[in-house]
């Protein structure tokens, strides 16, 4: 599988930014992450407030649009979910011309691997020897260079922190926040700048998780709407999806992503789990285990047999994280927060990945919250072609949100040409021609799943 996924990234590459396969080898590359002492946290970590910047540097990156002003690196002070200081990356870019009032788009990218040299920002590196390139060149640079084309300021952050906690909600939450804090002293930006966030599948579940915390965790930000698709809900939910089946690849990677944030779960499992698993847990930490190996290694795989107990997720250990995972209040053991800002959230019905329904289950429960919500399911779609079709309205709402004209609509719904958007002249307008183009370009051909992409 992997020679025709590269194939298709490169088609990808060029078709929608222009950008080759091979990356240029700059002078400039950095050595991983797994070596490379900026990613090291200083002695003095916890001397450090949360979103504070503790170095920084200029690199050359894959997104090379005509409005990059320049493009930073910043380590930074965060958390983990046992709430300890941690410190990771977040790569930024300034706009050539910035909006007035200041305005900053957060942007996650969908890592879904559990180990350092597949961070997004070292995947953004020019000429970087990244596994992981296919994070930052499908959709991610129609995002962010229409965001610098609007005068927006851009963060994109290693949100699973320096323990490559794919998953694990509040690592991502409190590590988008806080790399939103980083750009704003890193660029002296004002207090109340205004921020929205976008992200799809594992970048809606930090961009969920930081809507969330952000009331509790991070009120001073200025947060004025958020996007999110394809968002997985419940780790236990998404977890029982996708084992066993042609994605089970995803399920062993959100189970090693909640090991590395939860030690007593990783005692839990490595005590219960035979030499197969462990030989697992310890591919997907290896180097270069990015989100290609995470899909074509482990098809078809069902974790259950691999485990000595009987229902292993409802044994207390793993019961009590499951239950501090999830932003179902149903299944919660804490009060899900609502976020008083306007969201628009998609999903495709037929996603093979993450499911749908958990995400219609908390659309529903947050309504009933007092949410602000526009929710469009998108009926003929599955998880990339709902990524894809996704764009032009998410590019629509994030601009409408900065600008306080959000729709209104009955929480909940939708408004009804919201997929068809990408086949009008408006996903002209708001992407340019030529991005639009090679987004429907892709019909008909292979995704990076190995499924063929229909509109
Ligand atoms: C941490 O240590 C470095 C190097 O000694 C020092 O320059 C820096 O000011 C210290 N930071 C804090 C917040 O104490
Ligand atoms: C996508 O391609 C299929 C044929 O593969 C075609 O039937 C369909 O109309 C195309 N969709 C759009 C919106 O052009």
């Known amino acids: 599988m992997l020679p025709s996924l590269l194939t298709l990234v490169a088609l990808l590459s060029t078709a929608v930014v222009g950008v080759p396969l091979e990356p240029r080898q700059t002078a400039a590359a950095f050595p991983d992450p797994t070596v490379d002492p900026f990613y090291k946290a200083p002695a ?26 320049a493009s930073y690196q910043l380590y930074y002070r965060s958390k983990t979910t046992k709430q300890k200081p941690d410190g990771t990356v977040a790569t930024v870019f300034v706009p050539k011309k910035p909006a007035s009032p200041t305005r900053i788009f957060s942007y996650q990218s969908y890592q879904d691997s559990t180990t350092l040299d597949c961070n997004p920002s070292w995947a953004f590196v020019d000429g970087s020897a990244s596994q992981n390139k296919a994070i930052v060149t499908l959709d991610t640079p129609i995002y962010i260079n229409w965001a610098l084309s609007q005068g927006y300021y851009v963060v994109a952050s290693d949100d699973y922190g320096s323990q490559s906690a794919f998953i694990a909600g509040r690592q991502e939450g409190m590590a988008v926040l806080d790399g939103i804090k980083a750009i704003r002293a890193y660029s002296k930006l004002p207090k109340d700048s205004q921020v929205a966030l976008f992200g799809y599948s594992g970048g809606a579940s930090s961009t969920v998780w930081a809507t969330t915390l952000a009331g509790s965790y991070a009120p001073d930000l200025n947060i004025v709407g958020a996007v999110h698709g394809g968002t997985p809900i419940s780790t236990r939910d998404t977890f ?26 990783n005692d839990y499992i490595l005590q219960h789990v035979n030499d197969d698993g462990k030989k697992q847990i310890a591919a997907y930490r290896s180097n270069n285990f990015c989100l290609p190996q995470v899909v074509s290694t482990y098809p078809f795989l069902n974790f259950y047999p691999e485990i000595d107990v009987d229902d292993p997720l409802d044994q207390p250990i793993p019961k009590a994280v499951l239950s501090q995972e999830t932003l179902l209040q149903s299944q919660a053991d804490f009060k899900v927060a609502v976020p008083k800002f306007p969201l628009l959230q998609f999903h495709a019905l037929l996603d093979e990945i993450v499911p749908y329904q958990d995400h219609a289950d908390y659309v529903k429960e947050q309504c009933a919250g007092g949410a602000n919500i526009q929710f469009q399911t998108l009926p003929i779609a599955e998880h990339i072609t709902g990524e894809l079709l996704g764009i032009p309205g998410s590019i629509i709402f994030l601009k409408q949100a900065f600008e306080g004209q959000t729709p209104k609509v009955i929480c909940g719904t939708g408004l009804p040409d919201f997929s068809g958007l990408l086949f009008t002249s408006q996903a002209d307008d708001v992407m340019g021609k030529q991005a639009a183009d090679s987004i429907r370009a892709l019909n008909g051909t292979k995704s990076v799943f190995g499924e063929v992409i229909k509109f």
Do not use: H, W
């Open 240 to 265: 029982t999806f996708l084992n066993g089946g042609a994605f089970s690849g995803f399920a062993g990677a959100g189970l090693v992503g909640i090991l590395n944030a939860y030690p007593e779960m």
């Open 44 to 69: 003095n970590l916890s001397s450090y407030k949360p979103g504070d910047v503790i170095r920084s540097r200029s690199v050359q990156t894959v997104v090379n649009g005509p409005d990059v002003g």
